[in-house]
C-alpha cells in the first residue's frame, strides 16, 4: 500500500498551486512572526525539540527513569512460561518478550526514527532537487528522461519496491559494493530512493514557471551563465516551498521506515525500531497490550508533530495563509 | 511481518544398515506436560475435521515433498510401502506392503510384496500395481521432480547413479505384487526404512508420464491417490482450483476407490479442510475455542501457556520432536580457538532461551546431540549430559566463561578482536527471540556482532549452509531424525566429510580427524547396543569440541479444538494423523 | 483527442516493460533466497541442485531469461508458473484480486461518505468545534501508522479477542459468493482502518479547497442573486472544490488496488499485497512478477483515465 502516498500526492497537488506566487519574497521575519503566533505549531516545534533531545541523550533519559538499557535481558522479568510482565514500577511500560524494558526500547526507538526521518529525507530532497531542477531548467530531452524515469518509479507500488531493496541489500555485505550496510544504511538507501520522486516532481513544476519570470529573462538577457541563473535566482525562491514540503515528508518517511521494520525488512534488531517493537508485539497484543501501545503512541506522538509543525509553517509561509 | 515456518526443523537422515531400535530413556520426568498417547480406537465416524496453517503446503507431489505439514497431508492421501503407526515412532509397518520386508543374508537384496486390492483414486481408478511403485521411485531421480533424498537413501540401488527418469535396472517387478531392489552394498535394511519417505507412494505412470515430462513436473497439482483420502480434484484430476488453492485452501475427502479392508487404518473423518494463510495466533485462539479445528502452526507461546492452564486436553506435547543448536565455525576465527566456543557455551543461559519459547513444557534443555528417543542418548550422558562442565549450568555461567576467556589469551575475561561476527537467525518470534539471545551473550563477552533474521530458506541456502558466507554464529539450526538411529543424528551433522560449498550440513563446519575415524567404524557397527555404545561415544566427542552448543530437546506442541480426538504422529513432531483422529 | 489517448496508452505499455525491468533486477538479479534451493528442499545433492537450476532455465544467461519472460507475457498471455506451487500465476491473481478489490471498494465508500460531508462542513463552520474536531481528527488519521491502527482496532472491536467484540476480527475474511454477509461482516474493521488515511487526507484536502472557493467571485455572485446558501455550498462550492480531488483519488484507488500489503498482512486478507508479500520472503520471483506487474497496471490505467478525464474537460492539455 501507500505509505502516505494518499498524503504526498495531495500535498504536492497543494503546494503547486500555493508557491506559484512565489512565497520566498516575504521577509523571513514575518513568516518567524507568523509562526510564533501560531499555538499549535509551537507545541509541536516543542515535542520535536524534546524528542530530538530524548534521542540525543538516550542513555541519560533511560538511567534518569531507572531503567535498565535498551538490550539488557532481564531474565527475572518473564514468567516461567516466558510471558513478559506488564508495566510496574520499574519497568514503566513493561517488558518485551525478552526481558527488556519497553521504556528503554521505546526511547532509544526514536533515535531510529528520527535518523532514517532526517537523513533520508535529506537525501530524497537533494537528489529530488538536483533531478527537477535539471529537468525543468533545461527541459527538452533532459526533461523528457528524467521525466519518463520519475514516471517509472512512481507507477512502482512504493512498498513493494522498498521491501524488495531492502531485502537484496540485508543479504551479505550490503550493496553498491558495501557502502550501503544492512540496517539503518540500507532503510535510508530505500526511503531516499522511494520517495525523491515527489520532490523532483514539485521542483521541476516550480522551476518551469520560475524560468520564465521576469527576474530569470532579465539574469539571461545580462548575459549571466546557467550556474549562476540556477544558483542564484531559481534555487533562493525554491527555498520556501521545499522547506514545507520536506516538513511534510519527513513524517512520511518515519511512517515509512516503522513500516518496513514492521514488515522485517527495515532496522534489524536488537536495535530498538518503533516498527520492529510493534510487529514483535503483533503476535501476542491481545495479552501484552504494553508492548504494541507505546512504541506505536509513540510513532504517532512523533509523526502527529511534524505534521502539525509542517502545517504551521506552511501557514507561516503562504501569504494567503487561513487561519 | 515475516513468519517462518515455524515447523521447519530440516528433516535430514543419512542411514545405517541396521533397523532403528525402540525409544531409549525417553524421560518420563516432562514438567507435568506428559500426554498418554490415544490410538484412536473405537472413534466416530464421520464429519470434518479443518486445519488452520500459516505456511502452505510445499509440494503435493510425493516425489518431492519433504516437510512436516506435507507428510502429515500426504501419510492419508498416498500408501508408502512402509509406515509409522502414529504411537510407534521407531518401527516401520507394512502399509502398501503386505509383510515385513525380505532382506538377503548378504543384506544386498530387498523383496517387498505388495497388497492386492489397493486402487488408485480417480480418475485411474485400477489397481496398485509393484510397477506404479517403481515408477515413482525412477521419477524421483528426474530432473522435473528432483526429490531431494533420492540419491542418498536410493544410491545405493544399481544403476541409480546414472538414473536421470528412466528405468532403473536394480528395480525389478517380477510380478504385479513384487518389487526387487538389488544393491551395490548391503544396505538392505535400511533402504526397508527409508521407505516410509513418501518416494515409495505408487504412481501411475500411463497417467503421470506426460505431466513428468514438463518443467517442473506437474504431477503434484494431479497427485492420484492411493490412500483413505484423496484431494478433491475435476474430473481429469487437476486439483489445482478445485481441491487446493495455493494459499488459499486445500480440501481432502474421503477417496472412493479406498477399501478398509486393504488397510489398517480407520479413517473415521469424511473430510480434512485445510484453511491456509491466516496468522498462528488469530489461529491459534480460533482453534481452542472452536470446533473441528486442528493447529498446523506452531503454537505461540503464549498460546501454549493458555492451553496449558485452561485447556489441558486440548494440547499434546510430541516426544522426540528433534534438537535444537546454535553452530559456531570452526574454521575461521575467531571459533576456530575451542576455548572460545566453550566460552560461550558457557555464558549461554539456555533455559531463557527455552523460557522465551514457552518454558519448561516445550522441552528439555539439551546437553548434548543425541536427543530422547534416540538410540544411544543415554550412552551419550542421556539426561545428566557428557559431563562437560561448559554445559553443566543452563542458565550460564559467567566466571566459567571467563575462565574459558582467559584460557583463550584473553586476559581480563573479554574478547578484543575487532571483527564484527556475521549471526544468521530466524525471523519471527519466538526464533528471532533465541537469536538475539545468543547475540546478547556473544556482546556481553566483547564481541563486536552484526544480526541478521531471515526466512529459514534463506537462513539454510544462502548463509548457514554455504561455507563462503562465512556466516560465524548460526543459532537457530534444528534437525529432525527420519529414523531412530543415532548415525542419522550425528553423521551428516559434525562428519568432516559432509563439508559441501553449498547446501552444507555440517553447519559448524567441524572437521576433526578423530571423530571423522569414529564415525567411519561406528557406520560399520552392527548391533544396537554395539551401535549405541558407538554413536554414544561420538556424541561425548562432538560434545567436548564446543563446535555447536545444543540448547533445546523438542517437545513439539500441538493444540487441536476440544471435540477433536487427536491421534497425533509421534513420527512427526505430534501432527493429528487424518486416518486416526475423529470427532467427538 | 484519440491521437492523444493513443500515446498515452502506448507510453502506458512501455511503462509496464520497463517496471518489469526493474522488477527483473531488484528481485531476480538480487534474489534473497536461491529457488533452486527452496525448491530442492535441505537435503538436495549439488547434482540435483543443478538439475533444477537447469529444468527452471535458471542456468541461462539473465538476458535470455528475460526474454522468455517478456515473450510469454505478451505472447502467450502467459506470466509463468510459482516456484513453489507450480500454480499458474494468472490463476493466483485471479484468485487473489477479489479480496483486494473488496477491501478497496469499501474502504473508498467509506471514505467518500465520510471525507466528503466532514470537509464541507468543516469549511463552512470554520473556527467552530466542528471545524477543529475535523482538522485534528483528520491529522491525527494521517499521522497513525495504518498497521497499528488496525492492531488497536483489532485489539478492541475484534469478536475473538476485543475488548468490545462487535466485528470479526483478522483471518475471517471469506469471498462474498462463499457467504455474502461473512464476508460483509469481516470487511468492516479493515475498511475502517484503510479508509481512514484516505478520510483524513481528503476531508483536510477538501476543506481548504472549499475554503478557497467560497471566496471566489461567482460563488459570491450567486450569494449576490439571492441563491440559498445550502445551494450554494452544496451546489456550486462543492462541484468546484472535489474536482481537482477526483484525479488524485483516481489515482490512489489505482494505487490501493495494487495490494495494501499492511492492512491485509494486519487483518488476514488473502489479497494481491499479501501473495506479493509472501512471495518476496519465498523469493518466488515470478510470483513477485505477477504480483508487482499487476499493480503498475492498476497505477498507469488510473493515471491515463485521469489525464484523459482531464484532457477531455481541458483542451490545451492535449498538446502539451
Known amino acids: 500500500m501507500s505509505v502516505g502516498a494518499p498524503g504526498l500526492l495531495a500535498q504536492e497537488e497543494r503546494y503547486e498551486r500555493d508557491f506559484s506566487a512565489g512565497v520566498a519574497r516575504s521577509p523571513w521575519q514575518l513568516f518567524w512572526r507568523r509562526l510564533r503566533s501560531d499555538r499549535v505549531a509551537m507545541v509541536a516545534l516543542g515535542v520535536i525539540v524534546v524528542l530530538v533531545l530524548v534521542a540525543l541523550l538516550a542513555p541519560l533519559v533511560v538511567k534518569l527513569a531507572g531503567a535498565p538499557g535498551p538490550n539488557v535481558q532481564d531474565r527475572n522479568a518473564t514468567d516461567m512460561f516466558g510471558a513478559p510482565i506488564g508495566p510496574t514500577g520499574d519497568h514503566w511500560f513493561g517488558v518485551d518478550p525478552l526481558g527488556r524494558d519497553v521504556f528503554a526500547r521505546t526511547v532509544y526507538g526514536a533515535r531510529v526514527s528520527l535518523l532514517v526521518g532526517i537523513v533520508g529525507t535529506g537525501i530524497a530532497v537533494l537528489v529530488g532537487v538536483t533531478v527537477g531542477l535539471v529537468a525543468g531548467y533545461y527541459r527538452g530531452w533532459v526533461d523528457t528522461l528524467l521525466s519518463r524515469l520519475v514516471d517509472v518509479v512512481l507507477s512502482f507500488p512504493v512498498l513493494l519496491l522498498g521491501i524488495g531493496i531492502a531485502s537484496a541489500c540485508s543479504l551479505g555485505n550490503g550493496c553498491v559494493s558495501g557502502v550501503i550496510t544492512p540496517g539503518v544504511r540500507t532503510v535510508i538507501l530505500v526511503i531516499a530512493l522511494v520517495t525523491w520522486t515527489s520532490i523532483a516532481r514539485v521542483v521541476r513544476g516550480q522551476v518551469l514557471s520560475l524560468r520564465e519570470r521576469e527576474f530569470v529573462v532579465a539574469a539571461r538577457s545580462l548575459g549571466a551563465s546557467n550556474r549562476r541563473i540556477v544558483v542564484r535566482e531559481i534555487l533562493p525562491n525554491l527555498t520556501a516551498p521545499l522547506i514545507v514540503y520536506s516538513s511534510l515528508l519527513l513524517p512520511q518517511t518515519i511512517l515509512l521506515e516503522a513500516a518496513l521494520s514492521f514488515l522485517g525488512v527495515g532496522v534489524s534488531p536488537p536495535t530498538a525500531s518503533w516498527g520492529w517493537m510493534i510487529a514483535d508485539a503483533s503476535d501476542n497484543f491481545d495479552t501484552q497490550w504494553w508492548y504494541m501501545v507505546f512504541p506505536g503512541a509513540a510513532l504517532l506522538l512523533t509523526v502527529l508533530a511534524f505534521n502539525l509543525l509542517g502545517d504551521g509553517l506552511r501557514d507561516a509561509l503562504d501569504p494567503r495563509a487561513e487561519r | ?584 | 483527442m484519440a491521437a492523444y489517448v493513443l500515446r498515452r496508452v502506448l507510453w502506458g505499455l512501455v511503462l509496464l516493460v520497463l517496471v518489469s525491468l526493474l522488477t527483473f533486477v531488484v528481485f531476480y538479479v538480487l534474489p534473497s533466497a536461491d529457488p533452486a534451493q527452496l525448491r530442492a528442499g535441505r537435503n538436495a545433492s549439488p547434482a540435483t541442485l543443478a538439475q533444477i537450476r537447469d529444468s527452471l532455465g535458471l542456468d541461462r544467461p539473465l538476458t535470455a531469461q528475460y526474454w522468455t519472460f517478456l515473450s510469454q507475457v505478451a505472447f502467450h498471455a502467459n506470466l509463468g508458473y510459482s516456484y513453489f506451487s507450480q500454480a499458474p500465476v494468472g490463476s493466483l491473481l485471479v484468485d487473489r484480486l477479489p479480496a483486494t478489490i473488496s477491501l478497496t471498494l469499501g474502504a473508498i465508500v467509506i471514505w467518500v461518505l465520510v471525507a466528503v460531508p466532514l470537509g464541507v462542513v468543516a469549511a463552512t463552520r470554520r473556527g467552530t468545534w466542528v471545524d477543529k474536531l475535523t482538522t485534528g481528527g483528520a491529522l491525527l488519521g494521517i499521522s497513525a501508522p495504518v498497521y497499528w491502527l488496525g492492531l488497536v482496532a483489532l485489539y478492541l472491536f475484534a469478536d475473538d479477542i476485543g475488548i468490545w467484540p462487535l466485528f470479526p476480527g483478522a483471518g475471517s475474511y471469506v469471498p462474498f459468493t462463499d457467504d455474502p454477509w461473512q464476508w460483509f461482516t469481516s470487511l468492516i474493521l479493515p475498511w475502517i482502518v484503510l479508509a481512514s488515511t484516505f478520510t483524513a487526507v481528503y476531508a483536510r484536502l477538501l476543506r481548504g479547497n472549499m475554503i478557497e472557493v467560497l471566496s471566489e467571485d461567482y460563488v459570491r455572485t450567486a450569494r449576490a442573486k439571492g441563491l440559498s446558501e445550502r445551494r450554494v455550498v452544496w451546489r456550486h462550492g462543492l462541484r468546484a472544490a472535489v474536482t481537482p480531488l477526483v484525479t488524485l483519488a483516481g489515482l490512489d484507488i489505482g494505487l490501493l488496488l495494487g495490494g495494501a500489503v499492511l492492512t491485509e498482512t494486519v487483518f488476514g486478507i488473502p489479497g494481491i499485497g499479501r501473495l506479493n508479500y509472501e512471495a518476496i520472503v519465498h523469493a518466488d520471483y515470478p510470483v513477485i512478477q505477477g504480483t508487482v506487474l499487476l499493480a503498475a497496471c492498476f497505477v498507469i490505467v488510473a493515471n491515463i483515465a485521469v489525464d484523459v478525464a482531464y484532457a477531455y474537460l481541458d483542451p490545451r492539455v492535449r498538446t502539451a
Open chain 2, 1 to 584: 511481518m515475516p513468519r517462518p515456518v515455524k515447523r521447519a526443523l530440516p528433516l535430514l537422515a543419512l542411514c545405517t544398515a541396521v533397523l532403528a531400535l525402540g525409544a531409549c530413556g525417553s524421560s518420563n520426568n516432562d514438567g507435568g506436560a506428559a500426554a498418554t498417547v490415544d490410538n484412536g480406537s473405537g472413534g466416530q465416524r464421520g464429519g470434518t475435521l479443518t486445519l488452520l496453517t500459516s505456511q502452505d503446503i510445499q509440494s503435493l507431489d510425493p516425489g518431492i515433498t519433504y516437510g512436516s505439514l506435507d507428510l502429515n497431508l500426504l501419510s492419508s492421501a498416498v500408501r508408502t510401502l512402509y509406515a509409522y503407526a502414529p504411537d510407534n515412532p521407531t518401527d516401520i509397518q507394512p502399509d502398501l506392503a503386505a509383510s515385513a520386508p525380505q532382506v538377503s543374508p548378504d543384506g544386498k537384496t530387498l523383496t517387498v510384496r505388495i497388497r492386492s486390492g489397493v486402487k488408485f483414486g480417480p480418475p485411474v481408478n485400477r489397481e496398485v500395481t509393484s510397477r506404479d511403485v517403481k515408477y515413482a521411485i525412477e521419477r524421483g531421480f528426474n530432473p522435473h521432480v528432483a526429490n531431494p533424498y533420492a540419491s542418498t537413501y536410493y544410491g545405493d540401488v544399481v544403476g541409480a547413479d546414472r538414473a536421470t527418469g528412466g528405468p532403473i535396472a536394480g528395480i525389478k517387478t517380477p510380478d504385479n505384487q513384487t518389487i526387487v531392489f538389488e544393491l551395490t552394498r548391503p544396505t538392505a535394511s535400511l533402504l526397508a526404512q527409508a521407505t516410509v519417505l513418501p518416494l515409495s507412494a505408487p504412481v501411475p505412470p500411463e497417467y503421470a508420464k506426460p505431466l513428468d515430462a514438463k518443467s517442473p513436473s506437474t504431477y503434484g497439482n494431479h497427485l492420484v491417490s492411493s490412500g483413505p483420502y484423496m484431494i478433491s480434484a475435476d474430473r481429469d484430476g487437476d486439483v489445482l482450483g478445485n481441491g487446493y488453492v495455493p494459499g488459499r485452501s486445500l480440501r481432502l475427502v474421503r477417496n472412493p476407490n479406498w477399501s478398509a479392508a486393504t488397510d489398517d487404518r480407520p479413517a473415521y473423518l469424511n473430510e480434512v479442510d485445510f484453511r491456509i494463510g491466516g496468522s498462528p495466533t488469530v489461529s491459534g485462539r480460533q482453534v481452542l475455542a472452536g470446533d473441528g479445528l486442528v493447529l498446523g502452526d506452531s503454537p505461540t507461546p503464549a498460546l501454549v501457556k493458555k492451553a496449558y492452564q485452561t485447556a489441558r486436553d486440548q494440547i499434546f506435547f510430541s516426544p522426540g520432536a528433534g534438537s535444537r543448536y546454535a553452530a559456531l565455525n570452526t574454521a575461521i576465527p575467531p571459533f576456530d580457538d575451542a576455548n572460545l566456543r566453550k566460552a560461550v557455551s558457557a555464558a549461554l543461559d539456555r533455559e531463557q532461551m527455552r523460557r522465551i519459547r514457552g518454558g519448561e513444557i516445550v522441552g528439555e534443555i539439551a546437553s548434548h546431540f543425541l536427543y530422547p528417543g534416540v538410540l544411544g542418548f543415554e550412552e551419550g550422558g542421556g539426561q545428566d549430559g557428557t559431563g562437560a562442565d561448559f554445559l553443566e549450568n543452563p542458565q550460564g555461567d559467567r566466571a566459567l566463561a571467563e575462565r574459558y576467556m582467559r584460557a583463550a589469551g584473553y586476559a581480563d575475561g573479554r574478547y578484543t578482536g575487532d571483527e564484527t561476527l556475521q549471526i544468521v537467525g530466524l525471523a519471527g518470534a519466538p526464533d528471532s527471540n533465541d537469536a538475539q539471545i545468543v547475540d546478547q551473550t556473544l556482546q556481553d563477552l566483547g564481541f563486536k556482532t552484526q544480526l541478521k533474521l531471515v526466512d529459514v530458506s534463506v537462513m539454510y541456502g544462502r548463509f548457514c549452509g554455504v561455507p563462503r558466507a562465512r556466516v560465524h554464529v548460526c543459532p537457530n539450526l534444528g534437525w529432525i531424525r527420519d529414523f531412530a538411529d543415532p548415525q542419522t543424528v550425528l553423521n551428516p551433522a559434525f562428519n568432516g566429510n559432509f563439508i559441501f560449498p553449498e547446501n552444507n550440513p555440517n553447519w559448524p563446519q567441524l572437521n576433526d580427524p578423530a571423530i571423522n575415524r569414529a564415525m567411519a567404524r561406528g557406520e560399520l557397527t552392527v548391533g544396537d547396543q554395539a551401535r549405541a555404545d558407538a554413536w554414544g561415544a561420538i556424541d561425548r566427542q562432538v560434545t567436548a569440541t564446543g563446535a555447536a552448543i545444543p540448547w533445546l530437546w523438542d517437545r513439539q506442541p500441538n493444540v487441536f479444538s476440544a471435540d477433536v480426538r487427536c491421534v497425533p504422529e509421534l513420527w512427526n513432531q505430534g501432527h493429528c494423523d487424518f486416518a486416526y483422529t475423529s470427532l467427538k
